[in-house]
């Protein structure tokens, strides 16, 4: 959904440069150093601030909020009812199967879109990387049209694809072993969870690619030429020289999918909405606090939705770092 | 295609093929079951045996034209503000992140990182709640100020990337010559900057369109109802009717303005997509 | 300051639309009536109130989602927000107690609420009511008949001129190899074909609807629970359903039945009109239509009374709105029984008050129409409890699919249920 780097990988450039300006400010005069660097410390906050300020004040206001909320059971259709009920939202939630179910598919849809989208969007990239100039721009245009697409778009075409009634799929696929006209994908678990991660994995392969094909930008061409000469095969030189010398691109893509997927809304919400044990975290907070009105209990996973994308967060960041070390010590 | 033996083009047609048709192929799906009449819908075909207007005729001009026209302008409205203020706020952000000194520069870049990463669903319960005591439930602003969450923090790190690589020797010249640093940037960096800025502005225009979670669960009339969540609430001719046929009609509608602007503007969003991504 | 600006802005427009929604300073006050989707008929019936009105007020519709859950999900959030632009509303029955014991339905006049419970059949007016009150103004109230195809029948050697049971229908589906219709997507249709086959088996889903939350308790781990469980569960695991039946709602059931492996289908006379309409398009064939038959909802226990579903729509006047007085005055006028008998006759859709099924145009749109009359007679609402929510998404959530019901499931079914309503489980 975005491109970001690290901030591991972020503040490198801007620190060294920051250094080497400040180093060149120390041979100047004192004075003159203290009052600039007190005028650019002031415009750097009146012009950083703004952002700063909405961009707390649209989330860590919010989730505060929620945290409060969350000790409460306070339904909306029985507001004089709301009681302190300390942690009890939590406890019961987290002794609740629905919630491990939830999480459980939530963790599986995550973990295969992102496996997926990682093959296939390197493969997208490398298409990219080494179209000829006369296709590359069609070849862009026609991978940017998904990532464009609305997902909710995007659920209903999957949807009507294969569903039993308005769907072609069971039609055109019905020589493949399993799927005959009376095959409807949305009643079990599995067939409907093959077609709400297809969905995902159709929408959102283009932001990987790029952000490889970026990656792939990085890698220097005389060590892959190097490696064609002496005799390595194209496997060889892909496992060797190019994806060595992009991890850091990789596990950033990997690491921001990631974290997307886990927030799977959209189309299990169009396709199934929970239905056939597809439930997910994001539709399990909504269906509380939204369908039932059940601030409290709605508040309280959404609270734990948001620990465990920092803990996901955090762990990724861990091994990314260990990672990118890696990497360069190889290069 | 000089340079190129007769296998390499081979191998190039079919490759390209095979992206076009991933692609675009779930998009000619739902093209094709929008020209379907309702007795059609059935008929397990992927071409509509006799295709017709009436599904555009029902959301552009007839029944459902309440709904849908209603949830395109609040769309439009709601993603071009949230837009427009995310880019304001990010050019003057991400300028002093690329190019001045302060303290906490790290503490705005984390924060936008960890913004990006939040799960919406988690922002919505208490927004709901508060929305509701203060009025903003089912209005304008009530979208624009989450869509803020969703634009501020791309913009942020697309820019400050763009800003990066902005020749700032100018504005140093421009401050020799007696300007102040806010005369500098304005006249020596906003024009050169501007194409960045336009690249970003059509990302996160991307991401605001698709926000489906704030529109379905803050709004609950034409009033400011989005069109994702418009779609979701699609209702057929009669009560019990499906709605496949306009809601395909309708998903049509919003992907057209998507696909010409990616038509018209590949570079640019590839570029804005992948600066972020690898310059630090 | 731009963002200051563009808030107040958006601000200054909603602040209009409220404006507007309340009349402002030219004109009549504006009501707004929150539609749940039909033909267009009730646009037409709040065009004619205005009319009638002549300068009182305006009425202005507004459309629900298709889904009487997510219907139900949008008034009760702008109702929790006390939003004064709600003046009238349509609205299912099972969720009329939950909205009056919130308090966001106003007051209906003693005097009025005579009036307009007056030659109202039975179910539609319990449905309307929430602790002995009249909350709601009876409009137009639904049931399911049993229809079938003459071909099938004749075939079978069926007597439909008598009530037929369950048992017997799924006889003749496994001996023709044919598909039943029947609701078994996981959305509210379903709870009704629950609540209709545990009422026709005698039992009931809520022993005290009025009760608490904490204190209510569910009848289904009984006979006639287990009796529901059995029907649905050999239609279910003996693919009676066709392979739809886990997303089959009452639309996907009319296609099936319009199809060739149609043999009987439990619906709303909506599909009526539907197949008249679709043959005059000339988008179904003629002799489709000719081979419909329609019966009284079929039998659990062989010998006693059916409990067919009950389904219709009310209209609620918000609590919040500034007009209450007016919306009143409106909503009696909409449900007047011209208004009834001729949203049945244009949309299919039944009026709850008796008067109305003597008029020739419905009997001439509608030859079961006195087949609908008796089968609301013998109607059974859902629960009319302010949980009915939860007790509703509680079933779907144990019942589905259909395939998957067993002896056991009434039982853990009341279990799951009960600790959703004591706050133990998540939904």
Redesign the interface.
């Known amino acids: 959904?975005?491109?970001?780097?690290?901030?591991a990988?972020?503040?490198?450039?801007?620190q060294a440069a920051?250094d080497q300006?400040?180093a060149e400010v120390r041979r100047g005069h004192e004075a003159e150093r203290s009052d600039r660097?007190r005028?650019?410390?002031?415009?750097?906050?009146y012009?950083?601030g703004?952002?700063?300020v909405?961009?707390?004040a649209?989330?860590a206001?919010?989730?505060l909020?929620?945290t409060f909320?969350s000790l409460f059971r306070f339904k909306l259709t029985a507001q004089d009812e709301r009681e302190f009920i300390g942690l009890g939202n939590y406890s019961m939630i987290l002794t609740d199967p629905v919630f491990w179910s939830s999480m459980w598919v939530t963790l599986l849809i995550t973990v295969v879109t992102v496996l997926v989208e990682l093959v296939l969007g390197f493969a997208?990239a490398l298409?990219m990387h080494r179209?000829?100039r006369?296709?590359r721009?069609?070849?862009?245009?026609?991978?940017?049209?998904?990532?464009?697409?609305?997902?909710?778009?995007?659920a209903?075409?999957?949807f009507?694809?294969f569903d039993i009634?308005?769907?072609?799929v069971?039609?055109?696929f019905s020589w493949v072993p399993g799927i005959d006209?009376n095959l409807n994908w949305f009643a079990e678990t599995g067939p409907s969870l093959f077609v709400i991660m297809a969905?995902e994995i159709?929408k959102t392969t283009?932001?990987i690619s790029?952000?490889l094909?970026?990656?792939l930008?990085?890698v220097p061409g005389d060590l892959e030429e190097a490696a064609e000469v002496d005799g390595a095969t194209w496997w060889q030189r892909l496992k060797r020289v190019v994806i060595p010398n992009m991890k850091a691109?990789i596990m950033?893509?990997v690491l921001?999918r990631a974290?997307?997927a886990?927030?799977i809304?959209?189309n299990v919400?169009?396709m199934t909405g929970g239905a056939n044990n597809t439930q997910v975290?994001?539709l399990l907070?909504?269906d509380q606090?939204?369908s039932r009105l059940e601030?409290g209990l709605?508040?309280a996973i959404?609270?734990l939705?948001?620990l465990?994308?920092l803990l996901i967060?955090f762990a990724a960041i861990k091994l990314f770092k260990v990672d990118l070390a890696g990497a360069r010590g190889e290069g | 295609?000089t340079?190129?033996s007769t296998k390499q083009r081979v191998w190039?047609g079919v490759?390209?093929v095979l992206?076009?048709v991933?692609?675009?192929f779930?998009?000619a799906?739902?093209a094709a079951?929008s020209f379907k009449?309702?007795?059609e819908?059935?008929s397990?075909?992927?071409l509509p045996p006799n295709p017709t207007w009436g599904n555009y005729e029902q959301i552009l001009v007839g029944?459902a034209q309440?709904?849908f026209l209603s949830a395109l302008r609040n769309s439009v409205g709601i993603s071009l503000?949230a837009t427009?203020?995310a880019v304001?706020?990010?050019t003057?952000?991400a300028?002093?992140?690329?190019r001045?000194?302060?303290?906490?520069?790290?503490?705005?870049?984390?924060?936008?990182?960890?913004?990006?990463?939040?799960?919406?669903?988690?922002?919505?319960?208490?927004?709901?709640?508060?929305?509701?005591?203060i009025?903003l439930?089912?209005?304008?602003?009530g979208l624009?100020?989450?869509y803020?969450?969703l634009t501020?923090?791309?913009s942020?790190?697309?820019l400050s990337a763009f800003f990066?690589q902005i020749p700032w020797e100018l504005e140093q010249a421009a401050q020799v010559d007696g300007a102040t640093?806010?005369q500098a940037f304005r006249k020596a960096i906003v024009p050169l900057a501007a194409p960045g800025v336009f690249t970003t502005a059509l990302?996160a225009f991307?991401?605001a369109?698709?926000d489906?979670?704030y529109g379905?669960?803050l709004t609950?009339?034409?009033?400011?109802r989005p069109?994702?969540a418009a779609?979701?609430?699609?209702?057929?001719?009669?009560?019990?009717?499906?709605?496949?046929g306009s809601?395909?009609a309708a998903?049509v509608v919003?992907?057209v303005p998507?696909?010409v602007?990616?038509?018209l503007f590949?570079?640019q969003?590839?570029s804005?997509?992948?600066?972020?991504?690898?310059?630090? | 300051m731009?963002?200051r600006r563009?808030?107040a802005g958006?601000?200054g427009?909603?602040a209009a639309?409220v404006l507007v929604g309340c009349g402002g300073e030219d004109g009549p006050p504006t009501l707004t009536w929150y539609t749940?989707?039909?033909?267009?008929g009730q646009a037409v019936i709040a065009q004619r109130c205005t009319e009638e009105a002549d300068g009182a007020y305006r009425i202005e519709v507004?459309?629900l989602?298709?889904e009487a859950s997510?219907q139900r999900q949008?008034?009760a959030?702008?109702l929790?927000?006390e939003?004064a632009s709600i003046d009238l509303m349509s609205l299912d029955p099972p969720f009329i107690p939950e909205f009056a014991n919130a308090g966001f339905l106003a007051e209906i006049p003693a005097e009025m609420a005579e009036r307009v419970s007056e030659d109202v059949v039975a179910g539609a007016l319990a449905g309307a009511t929430w602790e002995d009150e009249l909350v709601t103004v009876p409009f137009w109230a639904n049931t399911q008949l049993l229809w079938y195809r003459e071909s099938v029948v004749e075939e079978a050697g069926l007597d439909m001129s008598e009530p037929v049971t369950w048992d017997q229908l799924i006889e003749v589906a496994q001996e023709q190899d044919l598909v039943l219709g029947v609701q078994g997507t996981k959305a509210e249709s379903m709870t009704v074909w629950i609540n209709a086959l545990v009422a026709s088996a005698g039992g009931t889903i809520v022993e005290n609807p009025e009760a608490p939350t904490d204190e209510i308790t569910l009848g289904l781990d009984s006979e006639a629970g287990r009796e529901a469980a059995r029907i649905m569960g050999e239609i279910g695991g003996g693919g009676l359903g066709g392979p739809g039946l886990p997303t089959a709602?009452?639309?996907?059931n009319?296609?099936v039945f319009q199809g060739d492996r149609a043999s009987f289908m439990v619906n709303?006379p909506?599909v009526w009109?539907?197949t008249v309409d679709?043959v005059d398009?000339g988008?179904?064939d003629a002799e489709v239509l000719e081979d419909f038959g329609w019966a009284i909802y079929p039998q659990v226990v062989e010998g006693e009374e059916s409990r067919p579903p009950y389904g219709g729509i009310n209209i609620g006047v918000g609590a919040f709105s500034n007009h209450t007085d007016l919306a009143l005055e409106a909503a009696e006028c909409v449900v007047a029984p011209e208004n009834q008998a001729e949203y049945f006759a244009t949309?299919?859709?039944p009026p709850a008050s008796t008067a109305a099924y003597d008029d020739p145009a419905v009997q001439d749109a509608f030859p079961m129409a006195d087949l609908i009359r008796e089968s609301l007679e013998q109607a059974e609402p859902r629960p009319q409890t302010p949980f009915y929510n939860e007790v509703s998404t509680g079933l779907q959530e144990t019942w589905h699919p259909a395939s998957a019901v067993s002896d056991s499931t009434p039982a853990s079914s009341a279990d799951f249920i009960t600790a959703v309503l004591r706050g133990e489980r998540l939904l």
Not at chain 3, 36 to 40: E, Q
């Open positions: 959904m975005s491109t970001q780097i690290t901030p990988a972020g503040g490198r450039t801007p920051a300006e400040e660097t005028a650019e410390a002031r415009l750097g906050w012009l950083a703004p952002a700063f909405v961009m707390l649209v989330t206001y919010p989730i909020q929620a909320d997208l298409v179209a000829v006369q296709l721009g069609l070849l862009r245009t026609a991978i940017l049209v998904p990532y464009g697409i609305i997902t909710v778009v995007s209903f075409a999957w009507y694809a009634n308005s769907g072609f069971n039609s055109w006209e969905s159709w283009p932001f790029l952000l094909l970026a990656g930008a990085q691109a950033v893509a921001f974290l997307d886990f927030r809304f959209d919400f169009i975290l994001s907070a909504y606090s939204i601030i709605g508040s959404s609270v939705l948001f465990c994308v967060c | 295609m340079g190129l190039w490759i390209t992206v076009l991933y692609a675009l779930p998009v799906a739902v079951t009449r309702p007795s819908l059935n397990g075909t992927f029944d309440g709904l503000i427009a203020i304001v706020l990010a003057l952000a300028y002093a992140i690329a001045l000194d302060f303290p906490g520069k790290r503490v705005v870049l984390t924060t936008a990182l960890g913004v990006s990463i939040f799960p919406i669903i988690s922002l919505v319960t208490p927004l709901f709640n508060v929305w509701r005591s009025g439930y089912d209005t304008w602003a624009i100020i989450p803020l969450s501020l923090p791309i942020i790190w697309t990066r640093s806010w990302i991307f991401i369109w698709n489906f979670v379905i669960s609950s009339t034409e009033a400011a069109v994702p779609l979701a609430f699609f209702t057929g001719a009669s009560q019990f009717e499906e709605p496949t809601i395909s998903a919003v992907t998507v696909v602007l990616v038509l590949q570079r969003i590839v804005g997509l992948t600066q972020g991504a690898v310059k630090g | 731009r963002r563009a808030a958006a601000l427009l909603t639309m749940n989707p039909d033909a267009g507004s459309t989602p298709r997510e949008q008034l959030r702008r929790a927000a939003d709602d009452e639309n996907a009319l296609s709303w909506f009109t539907a679709a398009a988008t179904l949309n299919g859709n």
